[in-house]
């Protein structure tokens, strides 16, 4: 009896880097999820600066497969989720809209930073274009989650703003320049 010996190819080592800070970034966001403070139907949370940070380290990519990961564990019942909250009805409830603007809004930033899916040092980044980036999956976010809220729980635009987005803008503002001093302090370099 002859027993098959063919080679296996090996994953390249930069996928499995990139796959483990993926994973990591997932599992900080979870981790956050204790730190909920309810102010209505949407906590105030952690989340946002780990969507933020996903894209400005791992790119269009990974910062997406990250976030992905991150909503695949809840939806499966790892309580990752705001308040330590599980389960696929987190993801079609009233703040679901949010959830599923991360690996957008985390794809998005990636693109803006390193303009394009090669990864550059995003402590190196134009100050500026780091700004615009997080705003603009700030805006994301807020779009996709305002307007889901707004259809779940039948409310007007305006309500929905006052309950799903103005509360949130100052800690959200907070957690960018937070952001930004991380990816700043130059010790996240993963573009090597």
Same mark, same amino acid.
């Given at each position: 009896m002859a027993t098959d010996q063919q080679s296996v190819d090996l994953v390249e080592g930069d996928v499995v880097r990139s796959f483990a800070r993926a994973a990591l970034l997932a599992v900080l966001i979870g981790a956050s999820a204790p730190v909920a403070i309810p102010i209505g139907p949407a906590p105030i949370t952690l989340q946002v600066l780990f969507v933020f940070l996903a894209g400005l380290v791992l790119g269009p990519l990974w910062?997406?497969?990250?976030?992905?990961?991150?909503?695949?564990?809840?939806?499966?019942? !790892?309580?990752?989720?705001?308040?330590?909250?599980?389960?696929?009805? !987190?993801? !079609?409830?009233?703040?679901?809209?949010?959830?599923?603007?991360?690996?957008?809004?985390?794809?998005l930033i990636g693109l803006f930073v390193h303009r394009g899916t090669d990864l550059r040092d995003p402590a190196e980044q134009p100050l500026i274009l780091v700004v615009i980036a997080l705003l603009a999956g700030l805006v994301v976010i807020y779009g996709i989650g305002v307007s889901y809220m707004a259809q779940v729980l039948r409310l007007d635009l305006w309500e929905a703003l006052? !309950?799903?987005?103005?509360?949130?803008?100052?800690?959200?503002?907070l957690k960018l320049a937070a952001a930004i001093a991380i990816v700043k302090s130059g010790r996240l370099n993963v573009a090597n």
């Open positions: 910062g997406s497969f990250s976030m992905v990961l991150y909503l695949a564990a809840g939806a499966v019942g !790892v309580p990752v989720f705001a308040g330590m909250e599980t389960g696929f009805g !987190v993801l !079609v409830g009233e703040t679901g809209g949010y959830l599923w603007s991360y690996p957008i809004a985390a794809g006052l !309950v799903g987005m103005i509360p949130f803008i100052p800690g959200d503002l």
